[in-house]
């Protein structure tokens, strides 16, 4: 899968990519980043890509003109590829919809806006509009990483374990149970006998128990469309 990132800050991409999971699916050749400048695609001696706003106010808007060169500049190829542009303002991303963008797109484009917000006339170009949460950020920097991030965690042989992004939480609807590893006791906190026991039956039964139990304290909204078994744990938590 191919992502391929507008932003005035091509470092922040650069550095977050190399490491861990993401690091090793480029080296392995499953994925390809490839980060351009906004400002390379200026046509202003001054590399600029921000103005006053029509019709006043605070701040700056970046203005079109950047953005619409380089994604004619992507296009030339004429491959086909999904232009995102993040903001606070579009579809909210999750983990449905990293799974969606993982098995429909080859390629992705992430454009990154800035200041107070980007000419509204860059929508024209664009296939989707999303956000990542209901939270203002200086920039779409952190937002396409995310993205990218998340939609790797899920292509096959991206992870070691291929099981693991399978048990990661939102997976199956609902938060994940707890992890321990050695020591068994630090400072008197021990590891719950249950996973000391070798019983794959009883560990994967208390395992089931605390991620609906962690569900229902802090995200009690996912609960829904529960399987007869699922509902019959949760009542025996209430
Ligand atoms: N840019 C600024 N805030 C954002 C958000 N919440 N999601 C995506 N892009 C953003």
Known sequence: MKFEVLTIFPEIIECYIKHG?????????IVEVKVYNLRDFTSDKHKKVD???YGGGAGMVMQIEP???AIMHLKADEKPRKLVLLSPQGRKFTQKLAQKFMEESKAMVLICGRYEGIDERVKAFVDEEVSIGDYVLSGGELAALVI???VVRLIPGALGDELSAVEDSFMKGFLDYPHYTR???FKGMKVPEVLLSGDHKKIA????RQALKNT?????DLLKNLSPEDMRILKELC
């Open 21 to 29: 999971v993401l690091g090793k699916a480029l080296n392995k050749g």
């Open 148 to 150: 990218i991030d998340s």
């Open 67 to 69: 953005f619409y060169n």
């Open 216 to 220: 229902l304290k802090n995200r009690p």
């Open 183 to 185: 020591p068994e006791d």
């Open 51 to 53: 103005d006053y706003p």
């Open 205 to 208: 039964l208390w395992r089931k």
